[in-house]
């Protein structure tokens, strides 16, 4: 059986190579879990215990398994040293911590403290997973980001099912393999999933999408038909699936 432990920093990089020039492949977010499969001083490599992704992670002193028993409801929320007093720091959206004390408005972890309106239970399920999407507007695209300070396609969609605990693969050309059922573009809906190769967007209605969007180096909505046109013609690019959860 692996050993877990669990990312005790807001956000921290995982690159496929162990070099800090090497390409960022994806992000760990707070309160998600790994285990090790190799170790060096300056290095580890690890599997990604929510999606099961490899890369390298810089070695720094990572807490011991903590099962969760909440987490983040919104864009970013804020972490204090006291009950709502000394901010420490803010963590994203998704991010995960388990709770070991509270007052009346306040929940403690081992980060610190937080409001208690700014987290739901771990088991929390929205009915539309995809109900607080509009939330990473105008963030920047971040290629392998997954948080407020950068995101990329992907990971648009990966936060918020894993938000609904449900399982998704990191990357698009793996999700739109995952995915079974298909629908066509005349019957598209809110919250399907459209995907090119290497790209993917999220059905606001039948007409508009979002999506985090490198050419505009950041998170926009859009219409669907023109955004399709505009991808087929920059990037020679066809949709390849429309799926619906």
């Given at each position: ?102 007052n009346s408005k306040s929940f403690k972890f081992v980060g610190g403290w937080i409001n208690k309106q700014d987290v739901r239970p771990i088991l929390f399920k929205e ?79 039948n007409r508009k999408l979002i999506h985090a969007y490198g050419p505009m180096k950041k998170t926009v909505i859009m219409d669907i038909n023109q955004t399709i046109k505009r991808i087929e ?13």
């Amino acid at each position: 059986m692996n050993k877990y432990f669990t990312n005790n920093f807001s956000v921290i990089n995982l690159y496929k190579k162990p070099s800090l020039k090497s390409e960022i492949v994806t992000q760990m977010i707070y309160g998600e879990s790994f285990s090790i499969t190799k170790k060096s001083k300056k290095w580890l490599k690890i599997k990604i215990k929510e999606d099961n992704y490899k890369g390298y992670i810089l070695n720094k002193k990572y807490s011991s398994f903590l099962k969760p028993t909440h987490k983040i409801n919104l864009l970013k929320a804020k972490i204090y040293k006291f009950p709502n007093k000394i901010k420490k720091g803010e963590i994203t959206f998704g991010s995960k911590i388990r709770v070991i004390d509270q007052n009346s408005k306040s929940f403690k972890f081992v980060g610190g403290w937080i409001n208690k309106q700014d987290v739901r239970p771990i088991l929390f399920k929205e009915k539309n997973p995809f109900r607080k999407i509009k939330y990473f507007k105008n963030i920047r695209y971040k290629w392998g980001g997954k948080s407020f300070k950068g995101i990329d396609c992907s990971a648009l969609v990966q936060i918020f099912l894993n938000f609904n605990n449900r399982f998704c693969p990191r990357d698009a050309n793996d999700q739109v393999k995952y995915f079974k059922k298909n629908v066509k573009l005349n019957n598209i809906k809110k919250n399907d999933i459209i995907y090119w190769k290497g790209h993917v967007a999220v059905a606001l209605s039948n007409r508009k999408l979002i999506h985090a969007y490198g050419p505009m180096k950041k998170t926009v909505i859009m219409d669907i038909n023109q955004t399709i046109k505009r991808i087929e013609s920059t990037a020679k690019l066809k949709v390849i699936g429309i799926k619906r959860l």
